[in-house]
C-alpha cells in the first residue's frame, strides 16, 4: 500500500511528478513579500515522488496563495485521484486551524497550464466558493510558425515591420532595468500601469537568476519601439508578463513582431506554451486587448479563484 506524507518543506531526493511553477517556490516567495510563508508538500513515500503542493503567505488571520502573483494555489500531479487530492487540503486546512488561520484563499492557475476539473470538483466538495473567475489567453507553442496561427491582418503588420527594418533583441541581463523603465512609461502613459515596481523586480531577478528576460523590437537607428518582460514559469511555460510598445509606431504594431519573436525563442528553447495573460485593465476586460490576442491565435483559459472559512 502506497504511503502518503505532509511535509512542510521539500527533502533531499524528493522528486516532483508535476511541473514546479516559479509562484509558488521559496524563493519567489521570499521576494514577494515579507510575510510567514507556510509550505505543505504531498509525498508519497513509496515513489519517493512529491504529488501535490500548496505555498501560502499568511496575512493576519487569512492564509493566501498566492498574495502577490497572477496565480499559485494547489499544484498536483494529474493522475491524482480526487480522494487523495482531497486528503491533501483536509490535511493543509487542519493544519492551518491549529495555528489560528480562519480562511483560506486560493487563486488557481488557468487552465492553459493543468486542466483543473478534478480540484474544481474537490473545492466545491470541500465547500469553498469561488470568489473570481477569470479569463487568459495563450498560444501552444509547437512546430507551426506563430505566423500560420495569426489572421491575415497581424500577418500583414509583421510583413510590414519586416519590411521597415525593425530588429529584433533579447536584451542582457545588465540591460533588464533599463528595458523595464522604457515599458513601465509607456504603460504608465497609456494608463496600464505595472503591477511589480522595479525594486520588486529587481529583488525577484536576484533571488530567481533564470526567470526573467527582456525581449525587445528596436527600428532602423536602434531604438527600442516595443518590449516585453517575459517570465519563465515553469520548464514548459513562458509568460508575456509586460508588454508595451512605443505609440508613434502604432500603425506598424510592433507588438505582432515581438509576440512572434518571443514565440520563436521558445521553440527553440523547448517551451510548449506561451501564456498572454489577461485582458483586465482596472478591473474591466479591454476589449482591443483581448482581440488583438484572439488575432495572434491566443485561446482563452478560464481560471477560478476560491475562498472558504475554516475556523
Not at 525587445?216 to 517570465?231: D, F, Q, T
Amino acid at each position: 500500500m502506497e504511503q502518503f506524507e505532509l511535509h512542510n518543506s521539500a527533502i533531499d531526493g524528493g522528486e516532483y511528478n508535476y511541473p514546479q511553477l516559479l509562484y509558488s517556490t521559496p524563493a519567489f516567495l521570499k521576494a514577494n513579500n515579507n510575510l510567514p510563508q507556510k509550505y505543505f508538500y504531498f509525498f508519497n513515500k513509496s515513489s519517493n515522488k512529491y504529488l501535490a503542493h500548496l505555498a501560502v503567505s499568511v496575512d493576519g488571520d487569512i492564509a493566501v496563495s498566492p498574495l502577490k502573483a497572477p496565480f499559485g494555489g494547489v499544484e498536483f500531479e494529474d493522475s491524482l485521484s480526487a480522494a487523495d487530492l482531497k486528503n491533501f487540503i483536509k490535511a493543509v486546512e487542519s493544519t492551518l486551524a491549529s495555528e489560528g488561520i480562519q480562511e483560506i484563499r486560493l487563486h488557481q492557475p488557468p487552465e492553459n497550464y493543468q486542466l483543473q476539473d478534478t480540484i474544481n470538483d474537490v473545492l466545491l466538495e470541500l465547500e469553498y466558493d469561488i470568489i473570481q473567475e477569470r479569463d487568459y489567453h495563450g498560444i501552444d507553442i509547437d512546430g507551426l510558425p506563430l505566423s500560420e496561427k495569426m489572421v491575415d491582418m497581424q500577418k500583414r503588420r509583421l510583413k510590414k515591420c519586416e519590411k521597415s527594418g525593425f530588429t529584433y533583441k533579447k536584451y542582457r541581463k545588465s540591460e533588464l532595468a533599463g528595458a523595464f523603465h522604457q515599458i513601465d512609461r509607456w504603460r504608465t502613459a497609456a494608463d496600464k500601469g505595472l503591477s511589480m515596481t522595479w525594486a520588486d523586480l529587481h529583488n525577484s531577478n536576484k533571488r530567481n537568476p533564470k526567470a526573467y528576460h527582456a525581449f525587445g523590437i528596436e527600428n532602423e537607428h536602434g531604438l527600442m519601439i516595443a518590449g516585453s518582460i517575459v517570465v519563465k514559469v515553469s520548464d514548459r511555460v513562458l509568460y508575456n508578463f509586460f508588454p508595451a510598445s512605443y505609440d508613434a509606431y502604432n500603425a506598424y504594431s510592433p507588438m505582432v513582431m515581438l509576440t512572434n519573436k518571443i514565440y520563436e525563442w521558445g521553440q527553440a528553447n523547448g517551451f510548449t506554451h506561451l501564456d498572454l495573460g489577461t485582458s483586465y485593465v482596472h478591473k474591466n476586460v479591454n476589449t482591443g486587448l483581448r482581440l488583438f490576442k484572439e488575432r495572434l491565435g491566443g485561446k482563452v483559459y478560464r481560471a477560478w479563484s476560491w475562498r472558504k472559512k475554516i475556523s
